[in-house]
């Protein structure tokens, strides 16, 4: 079964760090691109970031650029999500997905179930 599983999520607090990890399972990850996104209560899902298949290409929300850093490791099928200098508007269920295409898209065709990432003082 293809899956994709988020961990790494937890109460952190303002100004500290968290990696978030994607690994997948019934698939390899080589071929895919993946992105990161979240959602908050009450609002809608937001594109965080994203890496193509090859990790040559990456892209990042303006609420997060110079904060999140994304990167792959193809060998063990695993994508992550460096947060560094978190804050409280971060707090939200992060989500990874992946997609076909080598490149990043407005479309994916696998989710995880995502982590919770609260971060309060």
């Known amino acids: 079964q293809a899956q994709l599983v988020e961990s790494g999520g937890g109460l952190v607090q303002p100004g500290g760090s968290l990696r978030l990890s994607c690994a997948a399972s019934?698939?390899?990850?080589?071929?895919?691109?993946i992105g990161w996104f979240r959602q908050a209560p009450g609002k809608e899902r937001q594109g965080v970031s994203c890496?193509?298949?090859?990790?040559?290409?990456?892209n990042y929300a303006d609420s997060v650029k110079g904060r999140f850093t994304i990167s792959r490791d193809n060998a063990k099928n695993t994508v992550y999500l460096q947060m560094n200098s978190l804050k409280p508007e971060d707090t939200a269920v992060y989500y990874c997905?992946?997609?076909?295409?080598?490149?990043?898209?407005?479309?994916?065709?696998?989710w995880g179930q995502g982590t919770q990432v609260t971060v309060s003082s």
């Open positions: 019934g698939f390899t990850l080589d071929y895919y691109a």
């Open positions: 890496i193509s298949s090859s990790g040559g290409s990456t």
């Open positions: 997905a992946a997609t076909v295409q080598a490149m990043c898209a407005n479309e994916y065709d696998y």
